[in-house]
C-alpha cells in the first residue's frame, strides 16, 4: 500500500497519546504522512520524523478564521496534493465533521467510530450503542475513516536524533464561500486532567453524586484520568456540559470506566459502553449499569471512592 495520510490538527509536543495512535494505525497499513491545518515548527517536524512521518502537508497561508469549513478545505487538497490509499483522522465531533466535509469535496465514502482498520483497508465499527460489531469498506474514492481514541496502540517515537525529517510540502487552499466565523474565543480552564474522549481511566458520576464531584476527581487524579458524567449530573449544573458521557454527549472507549451513582441508562451506555473495563458503584443492586459491568459494588460511593483511593495511596506508599 502507498501512503496514509493522518489529520493531526494542532500538533502539540510531546505529541498527544491520540496523534500517535492514529500515526501507529498509518504505519501499519502503509507510509504515514500528515496534514497539520497550521504551519509547523522544525522541532514539531522533528518530531513527527521521529514518529516515522514521511511527508507533511501544510497550507501555504494561513487558514481564515471560520469554524471546520477551512480545515475541510486544506484537507481535501492535500488529500489531492497526497494522493494517498487512506485518511485517518480522529473521531471527535470537529474531526467527524471535517471527515464530512471532505467525503463531499472529494466524492468519497467515510467511515466513523472505527475501532480497527485491516490491511485491505477493511474497518471494525461500533455501532447501535455499541451493542452491535460490524465490519465494513469504502467502495468510492478514497477512503476517510476517523478512529475512537484508545481503539490502537500509539507509535513509539525512534531515538532523539535519530529518524528522518518529512519532506514539507505547501498546499494551496481556495477560497471558501459564506461560513461562519470566529467572532471571540475564552480560554478553558485547565483542569490537568487528560481530555475526556482521549483518557484512558475515567471517573463518572451521576445523580448519585448528589452535587459533590470531590471523591470522583480524587480517585481521577491518582489514576490519571479524566472525570465524565452523566446527563443527569450535567442538566443539574455539578459539572460542565463538556463533561457528558452518552447518546448525546461524548462517546468515550477508555481502558477502565470506573461508573459511580449512575443509574446505567441505554443514553449513558450508548457512550461509554465499549470501554475494555467497567466498574459500576451503586447502592441499588438492581441498577441497569450492573448488567454491562466487569465488576460492581453494591454500596454508596461515598464510602466506595474513598477506600479504593486510601488502597492505591496506601500500595503505592
Ligand atoms: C434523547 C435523550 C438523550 C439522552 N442523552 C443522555 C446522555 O448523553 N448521557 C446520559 O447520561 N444520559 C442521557 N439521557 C438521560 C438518561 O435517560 C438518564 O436519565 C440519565 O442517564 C440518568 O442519569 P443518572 O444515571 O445519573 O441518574 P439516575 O437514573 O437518577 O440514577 C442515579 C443512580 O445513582 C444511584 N445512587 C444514588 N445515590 C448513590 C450513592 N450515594 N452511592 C451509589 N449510588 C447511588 C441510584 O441507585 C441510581 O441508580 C438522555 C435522555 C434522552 C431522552
Known sequence: M?????????????????A???????????????????????????????????????????????????KAAFLAEAVRAAGPAAVLLGNGFEDREVAARVGIKLGSGVITDAV?????????????????????RVETGVPIITVKANSVEPVEPAEAGSGTVPERSLVTVPEIGPAAVVTERSEKRVSGRPELSEARVIVAGGRGVDGDFGPLEELADLLGGAVGASRAATDAGWIEHSAQVGQTGKTVSPQLYISAGISGAIQQKAGMQTAKVIVAVNKDSDAPVFE????????????????????IRR???
Open 2 to 18: 502507498g501512503s496514509v495520510l493522518v489529520f493531526i490538527d494542532v500538533p502539540s509536543l510531546p505529541l498527544p497519546r491520540a
Open 20 to 70: 500517535r495512535e492514529l500515526l501507529g494505525l498509518a504505519a501499519s497499513l502503509g507510509e504515514p504522512v500528515v496534514a497539520s491545518p497550521q504551519p509547523l515548527s522544525e522541532e514539531t517536524a522533528a518530531e513527527l520524523g521521529r514518529h516515522g512521518v514521511g511527508a507533511l502537508y501544510e497550507p501555504a497561508k494561513p487558514l481564515p478564521d471560520v469554524l471546520v469549513a477551512a
Open 116 to 136: 480497527a482498520v485491516a490491511p485491505d483497508l477493511s474497518v471494525t465499527k461500533s455501532v447501535l450503542a455499541g451493542s452491535f460489531t460490524s465490519t465494513c
Open 292 to 311: 454491562i459491568a466487569d465488576f460492581g459494588v453494591v454500596g454508596d460511593l461515598f464510602s466506595v471512592l474513598p477506600q479504593a483511593a486510601e488502597e
Open 315 to 317: 500500595r503505592r506508599a
